[in-house]
């Protein structure tokens, strides 16, 4: 490794850095794996500027505790087809930030089809959050995801906050499956000023405990989604909070959807303030019934994964005529309560199923 010292942070194209005990501060400007390593291993401040990721390459920072990480620039990766991470990053007690010109750039369309992850070419998720302990996201800027954009899985004590994921292009050339953020296995996560453009879900928590997510935007995609849960090995989802948001033009607006025939428990959920505007086919849909094979709905709901302990209030704004404001099939839900529930313009309605007694729900 060629390493500089120097008064002050970095140089070197590929990496400079002041040695002192992870007191040094480095900047990365070309992908290097062996410098990568070091950096981790001797930087408490890491700046990755303008890197492009190889193909068929994870960009693995297992950071140590009290770790700053910022992008700055343009990063990019190379094709290839494969499942990915295309960036893993765990620690605890770790910053990751993203500086005021950087930009995360996935190039998606060269992975896109409209086929998502059900055929075509193989799509890698973009960036695993795996792992992170009482640690932050902020102010992250990722472009056109060839997948799912974030995962925040297998952490505890997490805040994401001023997060942006543009998948417009994904709406003329072929982006499916491009899911916002997703939360699996993980406890104590926050995430807040979210702003979302895509063609999945703008939130998805499959699976976890105590989750917040507050002041949303989301264009496009599929709403705001719990699920789906069951059929993988860990199918708990309780203590959510979802809040202040807007869900504009998506498939759904707010959406939580149980599988068929699995086991699991989606307990104590809040759905609050949240405004609908021209949601495409459901304004709100709860189903129990869905297939995790095809992921399709079969019709008929089953009673493994009950759904306990569900307020939703002041849940405003309207449907298209072609879609449904209020569509819900469940077994052996309870205790759910509705109040200041006003979707409108939706031309269809669905016989609703489950709904547990006096729980304010008109469909």
């Known amino acids: 490794m060629q390493c500089f010292i120097v008064t002050g942070s970095l140089i070197l194209g590929i990496l400079a850095v002041t040695r002192s005990s992870l007191a040094a501060t480095c900047t990365i400007t070309t992908y290097n794996e062996d410098i990568i390593k070091d950096a981790q291993a001797n930087c408490r401040e890491i700046t990755l500027n303008g890197?492009?990721?190889?193909a068929g390459v994870t960009l693995d920072l297992n950071l140590n505790q009290g770790t700053k990480l910022t992008f700055q620039g343009t990063l990019t990766w190379e094709f290839y087809e494969w499942d990915g991470p295309l960036i893993r990053i765990s620690g605890t007690d770790v910053?990751?930030?993203g500086a005021t010109d950087h930009v995360l750039d996935v190039r998606g369309n060269l992975w896109w089809d409209g086929k998502g992850g059900g055929g075509g070419k193989t799509k890698p998720i973009f960036f695993s959050a795996n792992g992170l302990k009482n640690s932050i996201m902020r102010n992250i800027l990722v472009k056109n995801p060839a997948n799912h954009a974030i995962w925040i899985e297998d952490s505890d004590g997490v805040v994401a906050e001023d997060i942006y994921i543009d998948s417009k292009d994904g709406d003329t050339l072929g982006g499916h499956n491009t899911d916002g953020i997703n939360v699996w296995r993980s406890n104590n996560v926050t995430i807040?000023?979210?702003t979302?453009?895509?063609?999945d879900d703008c939130v998805a928590i499959k699976s976890g405990t105590n989750i917040l997510v507050n002041d949303a935007y989301c264009s496009g995609g599929h709403g705001l989604s719990i699920g789906s849960v069951g059929g993988r090995d860990y199918n708990t989802v309780a203590n959510v909070l979802v809040s202040n948001s807007q869900i504009l033009e998506s498939d759904n607006g707010v959406r939580i959807k149980t599988v068929y025939g699995a086991t699991g428990a989606v307990t104590n959920v809040t759905y609050e303030n949240i405004?609908?505007?021209d949601i495409n086919k459901f304004g709100i849909v709860i189903e129990g019934d869905y297939n995790?094979?095809?992921g399709s709905p079969t019709g008929v709901a089953t009673d493994g994964i009950p759904i306990k302990t569900f307020t939703m209030k002041n849940i405003t704004g309207t449907v298209k005529k072609s879609g449904v404001n209020i569509y819900v099939l469940v077994k052996s839900a309870s205790d759910w309560h509705w109040s200041s529930i006003?979707?409108?313009?939706?031309?269809?309605?669905?016989k609703c199923e489950g709904i547990p007694e006096g729980a304010g729900v008109t469909c």
Do not use: A, C, F
Not at 196 to 199: A, C, F, G, S
Not at 342 to 350: A, E, N, Q, R, S
């Open 342 to 350: 006003d979707v409108t313009g939706g031309g269809k309605t669905k």
């Open 192 to 194: 807040q000023r979210l």
């Open 292 to 294: 995790i094979d095809t």
């Open 95 to 97: 910053e990751i930030n």
């Open 51 to 54: 890197i492009n990721v190889p």
């Open 275 to 277: 405004i609908l505007k």
């Open 196 to 199: 979302v453009y895509n063609q």
